[in-house]
């Protein structure tokens, strides 16, 4: 054990002193042709996927707009529609059709007329 010990502190104060950091410039390497054809295609994706995502946004605003357009046309058709089913329903009332029968001099005789929808 004793040996052991005084290998440590022999080595131990056999280091050397911290010499002072001296900074080394190194000259920039220079880029392989395959260096750069690689980053060439890597910027090309790169620049190709910017481009898809901005032509997807404007399509999805686009068709988004035109869903908004449909649903109004489609709003206004019904309510069209629902305004020409009133105005029919109030034209073939019974009162509107007596009304019509007097304007005209018309009479309805009641022996004269069937129901049909039995």
């Given at each position: 054990m004793a040996q052991n010990a005084y290998q440590y502190s022999t080595a131990a104060e056999a280091l050397p002193l911290a010499q002072p950091k001296t900074r080394i410039k190194y000259k920039a390497a220079r880029w392989t042709r395959k260096e750069r054809l690689m980053v060439a295609f890597v910027s090309a994706v790169i620049m190709i996927l910017m481009v898809g995502v901005v032509f997807s946004s404007m399509q999805t605003n686009a068709a988004r707009s035109n869903a908004a357009n449909m649903q109004t046309e489609t709003e206004t058709t019904r309510e069209?529609?629902?305004?020409?089913?009133?105005?029919?329903?109030?034209?073939?009332?019974?009162?509107?059709?007596?009304?019509?029968?007097?304007?005209?001099?018309?009479?309805?005789?009641?022996?004269?007329?069937?129901?049909?929808?039995?």
């Open positions: 069209t529609n629902n305004a020409l089913r009133s105005d029919i329903q109030n034209k073939t009332s019974k009162q509107n059709l007596d009304e019509v029968a007097k304007k005209y001099n018309m009479t309805l005789s009641d022996s004269n007329v069937r129901n049909i929808n039995q």
